[in-house]
């Protein structure tokens, strides 16, 4: 069975920093592109991230590009997502998801592409 375990998320400052890391079971990572996505309340899920299989390549949505940072460690089937500088506009449930893309090493912003879901975390910001 597959699952996806996101953590790391809280209440911090703005301005400040958070990591979110996500742990995959079930799977081997390395056959994965990852992505994260957020949905805050009343809002559709958009796009936050997304790194290929390898980790050689990232693609960032314009409003955390330069902020948030995505990584992979395949032997250890963890993906992470570090947000800094984090503003007001960034609190919402962020989630990680996983594109099975064995032959590939592209990677992808559309949230129906991806097979594998987790639960989400929440990430809250203070002003």
């Known amino acids: 069975q597959v699952q996806l375990v996101e953590s790391g998320g809280g209440l911090v400052q703005g301005g400040g920093s958070l990591r979110l890391s996500c742990t995959a079971s079930?799977?081997?990572?390395?056959?994965?592109?990852m992505g994260w996505f957020l949905q805050a309340p009343g809002k559709e899920r958009e796009f936050v991230a997304a790194i290929s299989r390898s980790g050689i390549s990232t693609f960032y949505a314009d409003s955390v590009k330069g902020r948030f940072t995505i990584s992979r460690d395949n032997a250890n089937s963890t993906a992470y997502l570090q947000m800094n500088s984090l503003k007001p506009e960034d609190p919402a449930v962020y989630y990680c998801?996983?594109?099975?893309?064995?032959?590939?090493?592209?990677?992808?912003?559309?949230?129906?592409?991806?097979?594998?879901w987790g639960q989400g975390t929440q990430v809250t910001v203070s002003s």
């Open positions: 079930g799977l081997t990572l390395s056959l994965y592109a």
């Open positions: 998801a996983a594109r099975f893309t064995p032959g590939s090493s592209s990677y992808c912003d559309a949230s129906s592409e991806y097979d594998h």
